[in-house]
């Protein structure tokens, strides 16, 4: 059994009631327009995995291993953890560096919490079937009621794929053109979702 087959396992096993999500799959996320309500929901794909492992050997310092999955890595996975002793670096964050996926085949391996990916421009992780999922209508559920036109859906996502690179490139202290983003799908390939009123 490879290293993500383990952790899968572990994930059925800890919510049974939660089909796990895979690299690739369609889940639903509730655009954030602020100040307003959000009031669209869009199709997106996961493009990373990230599993967080607890391990005896990492208990002591109260840390816990990364579990990444995704394509665009070498391998495939990556598995990452602090530096033991922790070092820190000038900002006062942990060092990190590669650790060997075996460690996962160990029986006291725990499993933290898991997180996806999707392919707009938000920065941090999500909480698979909180804040994205596989089914349209639960999303649709939290969405405001809409009564408008199309036109104001696209025009609310470019806002949302314009704001979220630039908010991401100032956490870097770079320009959009420095990140490098990749080209994310707009309307009509990545498709919009409202409720009526």
């Known amino acids: 059994m490879n290293p993500e087959e383990v952790l899968y396992r572990l994930l059925r096993e800890q919510y049974p009631d939660e089909p796990p999500l895979y690299v690739g799959d369609t889940v639903y996320y509730l655009l954030l327009e602020y100040p307003r309500n959000p009031r669209f929901v869009v199709d997106t794909k996961i493009v990373e995995v990230q599993f967080v492992v607890n391990h ?10 990364w579990f990444n999955i995704d394509p665009r890595l070498p391998q495939g996975h990556e ?19 590669s650790v060997s996926s075996e ?3 160990d029986v006291d391996v725990k499993l933290g919490n898991w997180f996806v990916w999707i392919d707009l421009p938000i920065g941090h992780a999500l909480s698979p079937w909180t804040e994205v999922t596989p089914v349209l209508s639960d999303a649709l559920h939290y969405a405001t009621p809409f009564k408008g036109r199309r036109r104001h859906a696209k025009s609310a996502l470019n806002k949302f794929i314009n704001g979220g690179m630039r908010f991401i490139a100032s956490t870097q202290r770079k320009t959009v053109a420095q990140v490098g983003f990749p080209k994310y799908r707009r309307w009509p390939e990545r498709r919009i979702y409202w409720r009526r009123k």
């Open 79 to 97: 598995l990452v953890g602090p530096k033991l002793p922790i070092e820190k670096d000038e900002l006062g964050w942990p060092k990190w560096e």
């Open 56 to 65: 005896p050997k990492y208990a002591e310092e109260k840390s816990s291993l």
């Open 103 to 105: 460690i996962v085949h």
